[in-house]
């Protein structure tokens, strides 16, 4: 009996099948990471994301500054305007009057009168009016240049308002981007808390005393709401935007974004042996900040899917600061 070769459509099938069944078998297939190893690119997504919403902040905050200026100058152009258009009606109201009245209703008038002292005093009453015109007019000239520089500056601050803006966006995406994936695996992982906006917090009852007393109370107050990027509450924030507000309560005005906070604080500085309650406490890389609670605790607002509490200063945290300041 002679054998029959196979048809090549036939072989071409088997060599799927067996693909196909050796992909599916036990133990062929990528495994899902670990716990341990998810963690650890949680991590990893955590501060990355604190680098990109200090940047999505610091846009934000660029943004506002450029759109406040653009008002500011906006509503001088405003002012600016209305004045010159005060001044040009009156320039036209004397240029009727003069066109009325005639051109030889000047000085000539008066040299004919036959009074020599008549003619003088008439002389003098239009060169004061002459002075008081030319006066009016160059009021006039430079209202409308200050007009134009008006107009041209906030021109220029609204370009680069719209610049910000548009790095704001930018940024935006990124940020969501990176909180989906975020998300994604703190829920997995079953770490994902979504916080109450309307959390009472607790009572500080630490050692800290004065306006730093206050900035803790208020920051103890807001425990157990959510963390959220650009937050600056009253029913999210994000590490900053806490620290921010807890300062404010205490009198005290600090910058918006981490990065300025710790530019702010370059003459404010502690060692971080030196720590005191209500000290700013900044991550390596400037993605991150809380405030120093005494005892060797930390009140922040961590990251996405998170909500805001108070940590021990040990471990992964005492590594990872860079440094404090005292506000």
Known sequence: MVAVPARPGRAIVAVVLASIALASAPGTAA???SPAQARAKLVKLNERADQLVERYNQATETYKNARKKYDTLNTEYGRTAARAEVLRRDLVKLAVTDYQSGAVTGWQGFVFRGDPGGALSGMASLDHLAQARAA????????????????????????????????????KGKVDELVDEQTKLM??????????????????????????RTALQF?????????????????????????QAAWRQAGVELPRTTWTQWSWGSARRVPLDQLQP????????????????????????????????VVDLDGYWRTRLLGAVRP
């Open 187 to 212: 829920r997995r992982l079953g770490l994902f808390r979504t916080g109450d906006p309307n959390s009472p917090g607790i009572v500080y009852t630490g050692p800290a005393s004065g306006n730093a």
């Open 136 to 171: 009016r007019i160059r009021a006039f000239e430079a209202a409308t240049k200050e007009l134009r520089d008006r107009r041209n500056a906030a021109k220029r601050v609204l370009a680069e308002a719209d610049t910000a803006r548009d790095k704001v966006r930018d940024e």
């Open 278 to 309: 209500g000290d700013l406490l900044f991550s390596k890389g400037l993605g991150h900040m809380g405030m120093y609670a005494g005892n060797g605790k930390m009140v922040h607002a961590p990251q996405t899917g998170d909500v805001i509490k």
């Open 31 to 33: 495994a899902d990471p």
């Open 219 to 243: 920051a103890f107050a807001q425990i157990g709401k959510p963390y959220q990027y650009g937050g600056t509450g009253p029913g999210s924030y994000d590490c900053s935007g806490l620290t």
